[in-house]
């Protein structure tokens, strides 16, 4: 099977594979605790497998998140970002709220994991080069 039949959807062929990265607020060591650590991995991925895309590669540090995902052409790269950064905080404060509160001890609704900002890069499946050449 090829590739381009392995990201068939219902009108259409494709896939973008992304960069992203993004740190925890304050850029606390949250993740030096490996049981912390091997949870934000298991929640990245569930969040991956309940909205729909999938993710290639996946390192999460002490405070900060790398990961590689390739998402259906319907999903952009901000919408998958907030979506793993919304699910994944929300299931590690249900999972271990006692340790995360060192951390992050606001009210619920107040309280926030990781900052506001983010990274985002396109990763190319062929270059821009091969691009032009096969539309020319």
């Known amino acids: 099977m090829s590739i381009y039949q392995d990201h068939a ?3 259409g062929v494709g896939w973008s594979t992304w960069h992203f990265q993004w740190a925890t607020k ?3 060591k949250v993740f030096d605790n490996v049981k912390l650590q091997k949870l934000c991995e298991i929640f990245l991925l569930e969040a991956a497998r309940r909205y729909k895309f999938e993710i ?6 002490p405070d900060h998140v790398h990961v590689i995902a390739k998402l259906r052409p319907s999903m952009s790269p901000a919408k998958a ?15 271990d709220e006692q340790r995360l509160n060192s951390f992050y001890w606001r009210d619920a609704q107040k309280r926030s994991l990781w900052g506001d900002g983010k990274f985002i890069g396109s990763v190319g499946h062929i270059t821009l080069k091969t691009a032009k050449e096969y539309v020319k």
Not at 81 to 95: D, E, H, N, Q
């Open 81 to 95: 970002v907030m979506l793993m950064k919304g699910y994944s905080p929300r299931m590690l404060f249900m999972a």
């Open 26 to 28: 304050y850029r606390y």
């Open 56 to 61: 290639d590669e996946l390192e999460v540090a």
């Open 9 to 11: 959807y219902k009108r």
